[in-house]
C-alpha cells in the first residue's frame, strides 16, 4: 500500500513539476511584465493609485528575467532534474562552440541587413529602438548593459526561451519532432511579443532572431551554449553600435 501510494505521489509530482503548465504560465508572465513595466505607472495613473516615488519602472524590468530564472531551478531542483537537462551540459569543444556562436552571430547580422532592405523597400518604419538609444548615452550604462548582455539577456533569456519553454512545449507532445517545432515556433513568437515596444518590424527582426537562436540550441543537440554565446555577442555588439550612434 504504502509503495503503491509513493508511486502515485512520484508520477503526479514528476509530471506536474516537468509539464508544469503552471511553470511556463509564471516564466512567461514575468518576461513580458519585464517588457511592459515602464507603463506600471501610467496604469495604476489611470486607477488612482499613486507610483512610488523614487522607483524606477526600467529597474523593476531587470528584477522580472532573474526572478522568473529563480522559477524555472526551483522547479528543476523540486524534480530532481540536472542542468544538462536545461541544456546547460558542458560542450565537448569551446572552441567549436565559440566558432558556431560566430557563425550564429553573422546569420543574425545578415538576416537584419535583409530585412531592413525589405522594410525599406516596403515602405515599413525601422524598428523603434529608443528605449535603448535614451539608455546608453554614457560610458558606464554602456559597461552596465554589457554586463546584462551575457547574464540577464545572453544566460537568462535562452535558459528561460530555448532551454526551459522549448523542452516543456515539447514535453507535451512526448517530445516528438513534431513537439520540438512546435516549441521552437511559440518559444519565437512570444520573442518576438516582448519586443513588442520596437513596433512591428521590430517584433518580426526579433521573432526570426528567436528562430535562429532556436535553432541553433537544438541542432546543438539541446545545447544551449552556441545561444548563450551567440546572443551575448549580438547584444554586445547592438549596444556598442548604438553608443556610438549607429542604428543595428
Known sequence: MSSLSANRAGFSMGRFLDKSILGISITILLVLAANFIDLLPRLLAAVGIAFPAGVNPEL???IAIPLAML????L?????????ELGLARPDSWPRTILLAIAVVAVIKLMAVLLGAIFV?????????SRHQTAYQDLNRLFLMLAVSWTTAGFGE???WRGFLIGRISKLFNESRTGWIVGLLISSFLFALIHAYQNLP?????????L???SAYLLSKRNLWVSIIAHGLTNSIS????YFGISY
Open 60 to 62: 523593476l524590468a531587470f
Open 158 to 160: 535562452e535558459l528561460i
Open 212 to 214: 535562429i537562436l532556436g
Open 239 to 242: 549596444f556598442i553600435l548604438l
Open 71 to 74: 522559477v524555472i531551478l526551483a
Open 202 to 210: 521590430g517584433m518580426i527582426s526579433t521573432g526570426l532572431v528567436g
Open 121 to 129: 523597400a516596403t515602405g515599413l518604419q525601422e524598428p523603434d529602438l
Open 76 to 84: 528543476w531542483l523540486l524534480k530532481g532534474g540536472k542542468p544538462a
